[in-house]
Every structure is written in structure tokens, then in C-alpha cells.
């Protein structure tokens, strides 16, 4: 099966309106088992939503809890629940390597069908 734009987008909106319930979701970013940053999302979370891509707002910069390079990170809904897990890879911080009691912000962060 191929989706056309349309469809995508849909399903990519209904995701958008799933995270954009109740109080802000939330992307921890892992170094290891260890939550180093919370980055608090905005509401609505999505800038924009077009040819299948979802991209995020970026939310403000928090303060890291733990040193280290990020191994993954995990995006959870207002009730902590894991809507999505992503690899290192997948998402551009300001930094390479977070060190603690050093702030921390993503750059980028999109969800492709």
C-alpha cells in the first residue's frame, strides 16, 4: 500500500491532536538508561505538516541532569505514555554532548510516514 500526501497527513494530524491533549507532552533524551534532559513540548506541538512530515515546535532550553553522548530519545504524551522512540541520530540538539547543569535544546525534531 502507498499512501498518498493527503492520507499522511492525516494520520500525522491525528498525532498531533493525540500530544496536543491535556497538559504538554514531553521528549526525554537518554544518555544510556539514564533520562538526561526533559524538554518540555509546546502546545500545539506541531509547526507545520505537509507531504507526510510533521515537524515540531522547539521547545525552550532545559538544564541537563546527566552528562554524556545521547543514545535515544523518547516522546511521551501528557500522560507519560511512549507515543514514539527515536535513535540518537534522529534528532538535532544544540549540542553534541550534553553535560550536566549545562543547558540542552533540539534544533530539529520531525515524525515522516
Known sequence: MILGDDAKNAMLQGLANKLNVGANAK??????????????MTNPIELGITAGVMTFKTPPEVLAAVSGIPTSAKLLDSTGAVVATYAASEITLTKDKIYQGGYVGIQSLKVRI
Open 27 to 40: 521528549l526525554d533524551i537518554y544518555v544510556g538508561v539514564d533520562v538526561a534532559v526533559e524538554l518540555i
